[in-house]
């Protein structure tokens, strides 16, 4: 039985490590891996599970370099209490279809914009050389796609240490972009808020119909890499 709190979802917000199994009904979860410190870096994406019973990792990991990978047991997973059956099947046939449509081709970018980042079809609509991802934005702006948009972006700050984030990340990808998307996402840094990997879990938990604002998902998010320090310990 879920607990639903206001403004959220269900409550008791739990990350499972790979040696539990998806249940038999389930098909579609999301990932993190990384460091349990309060600044530390972590990555998500999702885990699949396709109608042979096997099961991948699709996640952004660097500039064109979208990935569709075997399970890897440094990840935990967290069940979305909102994922409807009617759903979780066309997501998972989206990210196979985005695999192969972009031979694993896809932008990293901290630009995350109002907009629509995919066509009906699920093909890529990338307009500006700004255009991109980081791996918590594809999980969102994939979910938002098929009528889960987890997060009111209007109450994000931007925070200092944020700032120093981009910055430092804008420097370790600046090798794999052209200099005019090189340019575009150093004139970019602190215009736009980061939307933290541990973020997008808390608010896929904790989604019930309505954006959620940061004042619910930032505290999500610290749940979530409490969650990860616990199956740590």
């Given at each position: 039985m879920l607990?639903?709190?206001?403004?959220?979802g269900a409550?008791g917000l739990?990350?499972?490590k790979?040696e539990?199994?998806l249940p038999?009904?389930v098909n579609?979860?999301?990932?993190i891996?990384?460091?349990?410190?309060?600044?530390?870096?972590?990555h998500?994406?999702f885990?699949?599970?396709?109608?042979?019973?096997?099961m991948?990792?699709?996640h952004?990991?660097?500039?064109?370099d979208?990935?569709?990978?075997?399970?890897q047991?440094?990840?935990?997973y967290l069940?979305i209490p909102a994922?409807?059956?009617?759903?979780?099947?066309?997501?998972i046939?989206?990210?196979f279809?985005?695999y192969a449509?972009?031979g694993?081709?896809?932008p990293?970018?901290?630009?995350y914009?109002?907009g629509?980042?995919?066509?009906?079809?699920g093909e890529?609509?990338m307009?500006?050389?700004?255009?991109?991802?980081?791996?918590a934005?594809?999980?969102?702006?994939t979910?938002?796609?098929?009528?889960?948009?987890l997060?009111?972006?209007?109450t994000?700050?931007?925070?200092a240490?944020?700032i120093?984030?981009q910055e430092?990340?804008?420097?370790?990808?600046?090798l794999?972009?052209?200099?005019?998307?090189?340019?575009?996402?150093?004139k970019?840094?602190?215009?736009y808020?980061?939307?933290?990997p541990?973020?997008?879990?808390?608010?896929?938990h904790?989604y019930?119909g309505?954006?959620?604002?940061f004042?619910?998902?930032?505290?999500?998010?610290?749940?979530?890499?409490?969650?990860?320090a616990r199956?740590?310990?």
């Amino acid at each position: 039985m879920l607990v639903v709190m206001e403004g959220g979802g269900a409550m008791g917000l739990q990350l499972y490590k790979f040696e539990i199994d998806l249940p038999e009904d389930v098909n579609l979860a999301l990932v993190i891996c990384g460091e349990d410190s309060a600044e530390g870096q972590r990555h998500t994406g999702f885990v699949v599970r396709n109608m042979q019973g096997e099961m991948f990792l699709f996640h952004l990991a660097r500039n064109n370099d979208f990935r569709k990978s075997v399970v890897q047991n440094h990840y935990n997973y967290l069940l979305i209490p909102a994922l409807e059956p009617e759903i979780e099947m066309p997501i998972i046939a989206f990210l196979f279809y985005l695999y192969a449509d972009c031979g694993g081709r896809l932008p990293y970018s901290i630009v995350y914009k109002n907009g629509e980042y995919f066509s009906d079809a699920g093909e890529l609509l990338m307009l500006e050389v700004s255009d991109g991802f980081t791996c918590a934005t594809f999980v969102l702006e994939t979910l938002k796609k098929y009528a889960m948009d987890l997060v009111d972006r209007n109450t994000w700050p931007i925070g200092a240490s944020d700032i120093a984030w981009q910055e430092g990340i804008v420097k370790n990808i600046g090798l794999g972009l052209t200099p005019e998307q090189f340019f575009a996402q150093v004139k970019s840094i602190g215009k736009y808020p980061r939307f933290r990997p541990e973020q997008a879990l808390g608010a896929a938990h904790y989604y019930s119909g309505h954006k959620l604002p940061f004042s619910v998902v930032e505290p999500a998010g610290v749940e979530v890499v409490g969650e990860m320090a616990r199956l740590r310990a």
